[in-house]
């Protein structure tokens, strides 16, 4: 079964910017979605950005004009640029890999964003 691995995660003051990586283990046939989720302390986990295969792109509210979700397929890797962070970007991010067709459904491990005030 394919993993997902996180990485990118770190300590940034507020207006900064990091990019977040997920790297799959294995090619992932279409159709798939992949997703980026955050879950800060005391909060539900949230969803964040979602890419489909077919290259279609959704945002939370929170995070529209700052944040960019983008995939290298030559490396299997979804990216999530976060720009103009806030405190309340706080959160651990989780990248998650959706295959309706098979039932399937894949977490990585997540990867700590704390931005600074």
């Known amino acids: 079964q394919v993993q997902l691995v996180e990485s990118g995660g770190g300590l940034v003051q507020s207006g900064g910017s990091l990019r977040l990586s997920c790297a799959a283990s294995?090619?992932?046939?279409?159709?798939?979605?992949m997703g980026w989720y955050r879950q800060a302390p005391g909060k539900q986990r949230e969803s964040v950005a979602g890419?489909?295969?077919?290259?279609?792109?959704n945002y939370a509210e929170s995070v529209k004009g700052r944040f960019t979700i983008s995939r290298d397929n030559a490396k299997n890797t979804v990216y999530l640029q976060m720009n103009s962070l806030k405190p309340e970007d706080t959160a651990v991010y989780f990248c998650?890999?959706?295959?309706?067709?098979?039932?399937?459904?894949?977490w990585g491990q997540g990867t700590l964003v704390t931005v600074s005030s």
């Open positions: 998650r890999l959706g295959k309706a067709t098979m039932n399937l459904e894949v």
């Open positions: 294995s090619w992932i046939a279409r159709p798939y979605v």
């Open positions: 890419l489909t295969s077919g290259g279609s792109t």
